[in-house]
Protein backbone atom coordinates (compact mmCIF):
# COMPACT_ATOMS: atom_id res chain seq x y z
CA UNK A 1 0.00 0.00 0.00
CA UNK A 2 1.25 3.64 -0.95
CA UNK A 3 1.90 6.40 1.48
CA UNK A 4 -0.93 8.59 1.77
CA UNK A 5 -0.51 12.09 0.35
CA UNK A 6 0.41 15.05 2.73
CA UNK A 7 -2.09 17.50 2.47
CA UNK A 8 -1.25 20.65 1.06
CA UNK A 9 -1.98 22.07 4.78
CA UNK A 10 0.66 19.70 6.14
CA UNK A 11 3.34 20.02 3.66
CA UNK A 12 6.29 22.23 4.98
CA UNK A 13 6.82 24.54 2.08
CA UNK A 14 10.86 25.77 2.06
CA UNK A 15 10.73 30.45 2.44
CA UNK A 16 13.02 31.76 -0.39
CA UNK A 17 13.74 35.79 0.52
CA UNK A 18 14.48 37.64 -2.27
CA UNK A 19 16.75 40.19 -1.67
CA UNK A 20 17.32 43.48 -3.77
CA UNK A 21 18.65 42.08 -7.21
CA UNK A 22 18.77 43.00 -11.18
CA UNK A 23 17.72 41.20 -14.20
CA UNK A 24 18.96 42.50 -17.40
CA UNK A 25 17.99 42.17 -21.05
CA UNK A 26 21.00 41.33 -23.28
CA UNK A 27 21.54 45.34 -24.77
CA UNK A 28 21.04 46.55 -21.43
CA UNK A 29 24.45 44.13 -20.39
CA UNK A 30 26.14 45.07 -23.32
CA UNK A 31 25.89 48.74 -22.38
CA UNK A 32 26.69 47.88 -18.74
CA UNK A 33 29.23 45.90 -18.90
CA UNK A 34 30.60 45.22 -22.45
CA UNK A 35 29.34 43.07 -25.74
CA UNK A 36 31.10 39.97 -25.81
CA UNK A 37 31.91 40.01 -22.24
CA UNK A 38 29.47 37.05 -20.07
CA UNK A 39 28.21 37.12 -16.41
CA UNK A 40 30.41 34.85 -13.73
CA UNK A 41 28.48 32.47 -11.74
CA UNK A 42 28.80 33.18 -7.91
CA UNK A 43 26.38 30.83 -6.85
CA UNK A 44 23.14 28.87 -7.88
CA UNK A 45 19.43 29.87 -6.90
CA UNK A 46 16.93 27.72 -5.37
CA UNK A 47 14.91 28.56 -9.15
CA UNK A 48 16.49 25.95 -11.94
CA UNK A 49 18.22 27.31 -14.20
CA UNK A 50 19.18 30.54 -12.35
CA UNK A 51 21.92 31.85 -10.74
CA UNK A 52 23.35 35.09 -9.24
CA UNK A 53 26.76 36.97 -10.66
CA UNK A 54 29.54 38.01 -9.46
CA UNK A 55 29.02 41.21 -11.13
CA UNK A 56 26.85 43.92 -9.86
CA UNK A 57 25.29 47.16 -10.42
CA UNK A 58 24.30 50.58 -8.51
CA UNK A 59 20.57 51.90 -8.64
CA UNK A 60 20.34 55.46 -8.02
CA UNK A 61 16.83 58.07 -7.05
CA UNK A 62 16.34 60.75 -6.66
CA UNK A 63 16.52 60.65 -2.85
CA UNK A 64 19.96 58.19 -2.38
CA UNK A 65 21.78 55.19 -4.15
CA UNK A 66 22.10 51.91 -3.28
CA UNK A 67 25.77 50.52 -4.50
CA UNK A 68 26.56 46.85 -4.98
CA UNK A 69 23.03 45.04 -6.22
CA UNK A 70 23.54 41.78 -7.42
CA UNK A 71 22.69 40.15 -10.74
CA UNK A 72 20.40 37.18 -11.91
CA UNK A 73 21.14 35.42 -14.98
CA UNK A 74 20.59 34.26 -17.46
CA UNK A 75 19.42 37.52 -19.26
CA UNK A 76 15.66 38.53 -19.76
CA UNK A 77 13.50 39.84 -22.57
CA UNK A 78 13.39 43.08 -20.55
CA UNK A 79 15.48 44.70 -17.97
CA UNK A 80 13.65 43.80 -14.52
CA UNK A 81 14.84 45.70 -10.96
CA UNK A 82 13.76 44.24 -8.26
CA UNK A 83 13.47 45.45 -4.89
CA UNK A 84 12.01 46.28 -0.88
CA UNK A 85 9.60 48.73 -0.52
CA UNK A 86 12.89 49.95 2.30
CA UNK A 87 14.83 50.86 -0.57
CA UNK A 88 12.55 52.15 -2.63
CA UNK A 89 12.18 54.69 0.46
CA UNK A 90 15.97 55.27 0.47
CA UNK A 91 16.03 56.05 -3.17
CA UNK A 92 13.29 58.45 -3.48
CA UNK A 93 10.79 55.87 -5.71
CA UNK A 94 7.72 54.58 -5.70
CA UNK A 95 7.49 51.24 -7.46
CA UNK A 96 4.26 49.27 -7.72
CA UNK A 97 3.76 45.82 -6.61
CA UNK A 98 3.83 43.46 -9.04
CA UNK A 99 4.28 39.79 -10.30
CA UNK A 100 7.32 38.83 -12.44
CA UNK A 101 7.41 40.44 -15.87
CA UNK A 102 4.05 43.03 -15.13
CA UNK A 103 6.05 45.75 -16.10
CA UNK A 104 3.71 48.01 -17.75
CA UNK A 105 3.66 51.29 -15.64
CA UNK A 106 6.23 50.39 -13.58
CA UNK A 107 9.20 53.10 -11.93
CA UNK A 108 12.26 54.32 -14.10
CA UNK A 109 15.22 53.43 -12.61
CA UNK A 110 19.04 54.59 -12.71
CA UNK A 111 21.31 52.11 -13.41
CA UNK A 112 25.18 51.93 -12.78
CA UNK A 113 27.73 49.56 -14.33
CA UNK A 114 31.28 49.47 -14.62
CA UNK A 115 31.27 51.01 -18.57
CA UNK A 116 28.19 53.47 -17.69
CA UNK A 117 25.00 54.97 -16.51
CA UNK A 118 21.66 53.85 -17.88
CA UNK A 119 18.11 55.40 -17.32
CA UNK A 120 16.04 52.68 -17.61
CA UNK A 121 11.90 53.79 -18.37
CA UNK A 122 10.10 51.42 -16.71
CA UNK A 123 10.94 48.18 -15.10
CA UNK A 124 11.37 48.94 -11.29
CA UNK A 125 9.17 46.48 -8.97
CA UNK A 126 8.79 45.13 -5.37
CA UNK A 127 7.94 41.78 -6.33
CA UNK A 128 4.45 40.39 -5.47
CA UNK A 129 4.85 37.55 -2.75
CA UNK A 130 4.26 33.72 -4.63
CA UNK A 131 4.31 30.17 -4.20
CA UNK A 132 6.74 28.12 -6.75
CA UNK A 133 5.21 24.86 -7.40
CA UNK A 134 6.76 21.81 -9.86
CA UNK A 135 3.99 20.28 -11.77
CA UNK A 136 4.16 17.30 -9.73
CA UNK A 137 4.23 19.03 -5.94
CA UNK A 138 1.07 20.93 -7.42
CA UNK A 139 -0.50 17.71 -7.90
CA UNK A 140 0.63 15.99 -4.55
CA UNK A 141 -0.97 19.30 -2.78
CA UNK A 142 -3.87 19.95 -5.04
CA UNK A 143 -3.28 23.20 -6.07
CA UNK A 144 -4.64 24.77 -9.46
CA UNK A 145 -2.42 27.15 -11.24
CA UNK A 146 -3.12 30.60 -10.72
CA UNK A 147 -5.24 29.53 -6.83
CA UNK A 148 -5.06 32.05 -4.25
CA UNK A 149 -4.06 30.74 -0.78
CA UNK A 150 -3.16 31.98 2.68
CA UNK A 151 0.30 31.25 4.13
CA UNK A 152 1.23 30.88 8.12
CA UNK A 153 4.76 32.18 8.39
CA UNK A 154 6.98 32.38 11.65
CA UNK A 155 5.00 29.87 13.89
CA UNK A 156 6.64 29.82 17.14
CA UNK A 157 8.28 32.78 16.50
CA UNK A 158 7.92 36.37 17.69
CA UNK A 159 6.34 37.87 14.61
CA UNK A 160 4.30 34.97 13.53
CA UNK A 161 1.85 36.24 10.88
CA UNK A 162 -0.20 35.09 7.60
CA UNK A 163 -0.17 36.33 4.26
CA UNK A 164 -3.21 36.29 2.18
CA UNK A 165 -3.84 36.01 -1.10
CA UNK A 166 -0.36 34.22 -2.12
CA UNK A 167 -0.49 33.21 -5.96
CA UNK A 168 0.40 30.13 -6.71
CA UNK A 169 2.43 29.30 -9.95
CA UNK A 170 3.68 26.14 -11.33
CA UNK A 171 5.95 24.95 -14.05
CA UNK A 172 8.09 22.88 -14.95
CA UNK A 173 11.21 25.45 -13.98
CA UNK A 174 10.16 26.10 -10.36
CA UNK A 175 11.00 23.89 -7.18
CA UNK A 176 8.72 24.44 -4.42
CA UNK A 177 9.05 27.71 -2.38
CA UNK A 178 7.93 30.46 -0.67
CA UNK A 179 9.00 33.43 -2.21
CA UNK A 180 9.07 36.87 -0.41
CA UNK A 181 11.03 39.84 0.04
CA UNK A 182 13.47 41.04 3.37
CA UNK A 183 10.87 43.38 3.93
CA UNK A 184 8.09 40.27 4.63
CA UNK A 185 10.78 38.41 5.92
CA UNK A 186 11.86 40.52 8.91
CA UNK A 187 8.12 41.40 9.27
CA UNK A 188 7.52 37.51 10.18
CA UNK A 189 11.27 36.90 11.34
CA UNK A 190 11.74 33.85 8.90
CA UNK A 191 14.40 33.51 6.86
CA UNK A 192 15.48 31.43 3.84
CA UNK A 193 15.11 28.02 4.20
CA UNK A 194 12.96 28.23 7.20
CA UNK A 195 9.44 26.37 6.77
CA UNK A 196 5.91 28.03 5.92
CA UNK A 197 2.67 25.92 5.75
CA UNK A 198 -0.60 26.93 3.76
CA UNK A 199 -3.64 27.55 6.06
CA UNK A 200 -7.14 26.17 6.03
CA UNK B 1 -31.42 55.98 23.57
CA UNK B 2 -27.62 55.76 23.51
CA UNK B 3 -25.88 55.15 20.09
CA UNK B 4 -24.92 51.46 19.99
CA UNK B 5 -21.05 50.79 20.63
CA UNK B 6 -19.11 49.48 18.16
CA UNK B 7 -17.60 46.25 18.65
CA UNK B 8 -13.84 45.82 18.75
CA UNK B 9 -14.26 43.95 15.04
CA UNK B 10 -15.76 47.19 13.32
CA UNK B 11 -13.46 49.60 15.03
CA UNK B 12 -11.33 50.91 12.44
CA UNK B 13 -7.63 51.23 14.86
CA UNK B 14 -5.02 53.56 12.89
CA UNK B 15 -1.76 52.93 12.35
CA UNK B 16 1.26 54.56 13.62
CA UNK B 17 5.09 53.20 11.77
CA UNK B 18 7.34 54.12 14.02
CA UNK B 19 10.82 54.85 12.20
CA UNK B 20 14.23 53.89 13.83
CA UNK B 21 14.68 56.01 16.99
CA UNK B 22 16.20 56.76 19.61
CA UNK B 23 15.16 57.00 23.61
CA UNK B 24 18.22 58.11 26.10
CA UNK B 25 18.62 58.16 29.52
CA UNK B 26 19.42 61.38 31.01
CA UNK B 27 23.54 60.71 31.58
CA UNK B 28 23.82 59.55 28.26
CA UNK B 29 21.97 62.58 26.92
CA UNK B 30 24.56 64.46 28.78
CA UNK B 31 27.68 62.06 27.83
CA UNK B 32 26.44 62.52 24.10
CA UNK B 33 24.64 66.17 23.91
CA UNK B 34 26.49 68.01 26.99
CA UNK B 35 25.37 68.69 30.48
CA UNK B 36 22.66 71.77 30.46
CA UNK B 37 21.64 71.31 27.42
CA UNK B 38 17.71 70.35 26.37
CA UNK B 39 16.81 68.81 23.19
CA UNK B 40 14.03 70.86 21.21
CA UNK B 41 10.88 69.67 19.92
CA UNK B 42 11.02 69.19 16.27
CA UNK B 43 7.14 67.40 16.20
CA UNK B 44 4.89 65.84 18.52
CA UNK B 45 4.32 61.97 18.10
CA UNK B 46 0.58 60.75 18.51
CA UNK B 47 0.98 59.03 22.19
CA UNK B 48 0.44 61.75 24.32
CA UNK B 49 3.38 63.83 26.10
CA UNK B 50 5.97 61.89 23.38
CA UNK B 51 7.59 64.36 20.65
CA UNK B 52 10.92 64.03 18.20
CA UNK B 53 13.61 66.01 18.61
CA UNK B 54 15.60 67.86 16.19
CA UNK B 55 18.80 66.19 17.67
CA UNK B 56 19.98 63.42 16.20
CA UNK B 57 22.51 60.69 16.28
CA UNK B 58 24.60 57.90 14.67
CA UNK B 59 24.62 54.21 14.62
CA UNK B 60 27.40 51.74 14.41
CA UNK B 61 27.29 48.46 14.29
CA UNK B 62 30.23 45.41 12.85
CA UNK B 63 29.21 45.65 9.49
CA UNK B 64 27.22 49.61 8.73
CA UNK B 65 26.19 52.65 10.09
CA UNK B 66 23.25 54.56 10.27
CA UNK B 67 23.02 58.26 10.72
CA UNK B 68 20.78 61.07 11.87
CA UNK B 69 18.70 58.40 13.56
CA UNK B 70 16.22 60.55 15.66
CA UNK B 71 15.48 60.97 19.57
CA UNK B 72 12.25 61.02 21.06
CA UNK B 73 11.98 62.99 24.29
CA UNK B 74 11.29 63.07 27.39
CA UNK B 75 14.58 61.06 28.06
CA UNK B 76 13.73 57.35 29.39
CA UNK B 77 15.07 55.79 32.80
CA UNK B 78 17.42 53.14 30.45
CA UNK B 79 18.14 53.74 26.72
CA UNK B 80 16.56 52.50 24.25
CA UNK B 81 17.50 52.06 20.78
CA UNK B 82 14.17 50.69 18.02
CA UNK B 83 15.87 49.24 14.69
CA UNK B 84 13.95 47.64 11.98
CA UNK B 85 15.30 43.99 11.10
CA UNK B 86 16.38 45.36 8.04
CA UNK B 87 18.25 48.11 10.23
CA UNK B 88 20.06 45.86 12.40
CA UNK B 89 21.21 43.23 9.21
CA UNK B 90 22.86 46.52 7.67
CA UNK B 91 24.26 46.91 11.26
CA UNK B 92 25.33 43.61 11.35
CA UNK B 93 23.86 43.10 14.63
CA UNK B 94 20.83 40.62 16.01
CA UNK B 95 19.31 42.19 18.28
CA UNK B 96 16.06 40.73 20.02
CA UNK B 97 12.44 41.40 19.26
CA UNK B 98 11.27 43.39 22.60
CA UNK B 99 8.22 45.48 24.13
CA UNK B 100 9.09 48.60 25.30
CA UNK B 101 11.53 48.78 28.21
CA UNK B 102 12.03 44.66 28.40
CA UNK B 103 16.04 45.31 27.58
CA UNK B 104 17.74 42.26 29.75
CA UNK B 105 19.68 40.73 27.28
CA UNK B 106 19.38 42.95 24.42
CA UNK B 107 22.00 43.98 22.07
CA UNK B 108 25.10 46.33 22.14
CA UNK B 109 24.76 49.55 20.13
CA UNK B 110 27.70 52.50 19.57
CA UNK B 111 25.72 55.45 19.68
CA UNK B 112 27.58 58.91 18.03
CA UNK B 113 26.40 62.25 19.22
CA UNK B 114 28.15 65.97 18.89
CA UNK B 115 30.25 65.29 21.80
CA UNK B 116 31.21 61.69 21.48
CA UNK B 117 31.05 58.03 21.22
CA UNK B 118 29.22 56.00 23.31
CA UNK B 119 29.25 52.07 23.53
CA UNK B 120 26.10 50.88 24.96
CA UNK B 121 26.22 47.39 26.65
CA UNK B 122 22.47 46.53 26.12
CA UNK B 123 19.16 48.83 24.56
CA UNK B 124 19.33 48.15 20.64
CA UNK B 125 15.92 46.31 20.08
CA UNK B 126 13.30 45.48 17.49
CA UNK B 127 10.17 46.81 18.95
CA UNK B 128 7.18 43.72 19.10
CA UNK B 129 4.27 45.18 17.34
CA UNK B 130 1.40 45.88 19.98
CA UNK B 131 -1.71 48.32 20.41
CA UNK B 132 -2.15 51.45 22.08
CA UNK B 133 -5.56 51.92 24.17
CA UNK B 134 -6.82 54.20 26.43
CA UNK B 135 -8.71 53.04 28.77
CA UNK B 136 -12.05 54.59 27.71
CA UNK B 137 -11.44 53.18 23.86
CA UNK B 138 -10.12 49.90 25.77
CA UNK B 139 -13.54 49.77 27.87
CA UNK B 140 -15.73 50.56 24.61
CA UNK B 141 -14.23 48.07 22.41
CA UNK B 142 -14.04 45.34 25.06
CA UNK B 143 -10.19 44.92 25.61
CA UNK B 144 -8.76 44.13 28.56
CA UNK B 145 -4.96 44.72 29.39
CA UNK B 146 -2.43 41.79 27.93
CA UNK B 147 -5.22 40.56 25.45
CA UNK B 148 -4.07 39.15 22.28
CA UNK B 149 -5.33 39.52 19.24
CA UNK B 150 -5.49 39.20 15.73
CA UNK B 151 -5.28 42.33 13.22
CA UNK B 152 -5.84 42.73 9.86
CA UNK B 153 -3.49 45.31 7.73
CA UNK B 154 -3.78 46.14 4.06
CA UNK B 155 -7.35 45.28 3.96
CA UNK B 156 -7.64 46.06 -0.03
CA UNK B 157 -3.98 46.63 -0.85
CA UNK B 158 -1.60 44.24 -2.60
CA UNK B 159 -0.16 42.83 0.35
CA UNK B 160 -3.30 42.26 3.20
CA UNK B 161 -1.99 39.85 5.89
CA UNK B 162 -2.71 39.05 9.27
CA UNK B 163 -0.24 40.10 11.93
CA UNK B 164 -1.55 37.02 14.83
CA UNK B 165 -0.37 37.40 18.45
CA UNK B 166 -0.83 41.41 19.09
CA UNK B 167 -0.29 42.61 22.51
CA UNK B 168 -3.06 45.05 23.63
CA UNK B 169 -1.69 47.76 26.27
CA UNK B 170 -3.77 49.71 27.97
CA UNK B 171 -3.07 53.26 29.69
CA UNK B 172 -4.22 57.12 30.35
CA UNK B 173 -1.03 57.97 28.63
CA UNK B 174 -1.88 55.68 25.66
CA UNK B 175 -4.49 57.04 22.31
CA UNK B 176 -5.61 54.28 20.12
CA UNK B 177 -3.00 53.33 17.70
CA UNK B 178 -1.46 49.90 16.26
CA UNK B 179 2.79 50.32 16.31
CA UNK B 180 4.46 48.35 13.79
CA UNK B 181 8.08 49.23 12.20
CA UNK B 182 8.64 49.84 8.97
CA UNK B 183 9.63 46.27 8.18
CA UNK B 184 6.19 45.59 8.75
CA UNK B 185 4.69 48.56 7.34
CA UNK B 186 6.02 47.55 4.31
CA UNK B 187 5.33 43.90 4.36
CA UNK B 188 1.30 45.09 4.86
CA UNK B 189 1.85 47.95 2.43
CA UNK B 190 0.15 50.46 5.14
CA UNK B 191 1.57 53.88 6.18
CA UNK B 192 0.57 55.67 9.27
CA UNK B 193 -2.98 56.86 9.87
CA UNK B 194 -3.80 53.81 7.56
CA UNK B 195 -6.90 51.66 9.66
CA UNK B 196 -6.59 48.34 10.47
CA UNK B 197 -9.35 45.68 12.37
CA UNK B 198 -9.26 43.36 14.61
CA UNK B 199 -10.00 39.87 13.39
CA UNK B 200 -12.35 37.55 14.41
Known sequence: MSEPLKSRYETPIP???SN???HLC???WNFLFGEGIQPRKFRSVKQPGFWACYETVNLEGPKGKIENVRLIAPHRKKTQVE???????????RPPVRGSGDLGGSSPIKITGPKGTLEVKEGLVIASRHIHFSPSEAEAMGIQEGEIV???AGIGGPRELVFTNVLCRISTDFSLEFHIDTDEANAAWVKTGD?????K
Open 83 to 93: IAKTDASQLGL
Open 20 to 22: RHV
Open 26 to 28: QAD
Open 195 to 199: YVYIQ
Open 150 to 152: SVR
Open 15 to 17: VGV
